[in-house]
């Protein structure tokens, strides 16, 4: 989640980060990386006695593609109190990684009673994912995650299943090189990826949904911000690392040239 608000607040937002980090100088260097970027780090909740996550992350360098090992203390997972409604109701759009669905699900119903939307990264299904997915305006899932809901479905029907059972606004698929697919209404809408010089994939999905969640509050039409956020994730995808390829809106403007919102 970092390597998104990251990406959101170089493309100009202002950016709140709810999260928990341990009591060690892994923790506080993770909160420094992200105040060097402007984001609004105030309400995350330190546990003394824990080991920050961290994860080693091995990039094949023929492919760009990557193999993620990960530890995270068990200090580090939600408890209730650890952060209050108001800093959850701050911003204008809720971006929820799926992690805690537990705790997930009562920070949307919060964010529903306030009227603000909604974006679920849907990756991993955990004990509450059923029960978060019909609370969620948008639904932004990748490939893997068509398994563990539809095995056998195709992205198309996987979506029409999101569609049907949960009832969200929007709801897409990301398939790496195949671009995006997504369903608004009784339409899909398929978005190429472009074509770039793959370095390394790590945090294009992140990416990906922080360009959503910008393209959302500049009002833009669907296929606009699946462009816009299909163009933030290639421009990643050029540089080793997360964060290190996150594009400001300058940036993204050169790149997209004549493709770009107007």
Known sequence: MGTGFTALARLGLKVKFLGKVGGDSWGELSLQL??????????VVREPDATTQFAFILVDSSTGQRTIMWHRHRDLYFKTGDFSREAITAGRVLHLDGH??????????WAREEGIPILLDAERLKEGTMD????????IADENFISLICPGNSPREFLKYLNRRFSPRFCA??????GSLGLFGEEFIHVPAYTVDVVDTTGAG???????????????DIPDIMRFSSAVAAMKCRHLGGRQG?????QVKEFMGDDFPR
Do not use: C, K
């Open 34 to 43: 992200l105040r060097d970027e402007g984001v609004d780090v105030s309400s």
């Open 100 to 109: 805690e669905a537990t705790y997930s699900i009562q920070a949307a119903r």
């Open 132 to 139: 978060l997915l019909p609370l969620s305006d948008v639904i």
């Open 173 to 178: 698929v990301t398939l790496g090189e195949r």
């Open 206 to 220: 992140d990416l990906y949904h922080a360009a959503f969640v910008f393209g959302m509050l500049q009002n833009w």
């Open 246 to 250: 996150a594009p400001t809106l300058m």
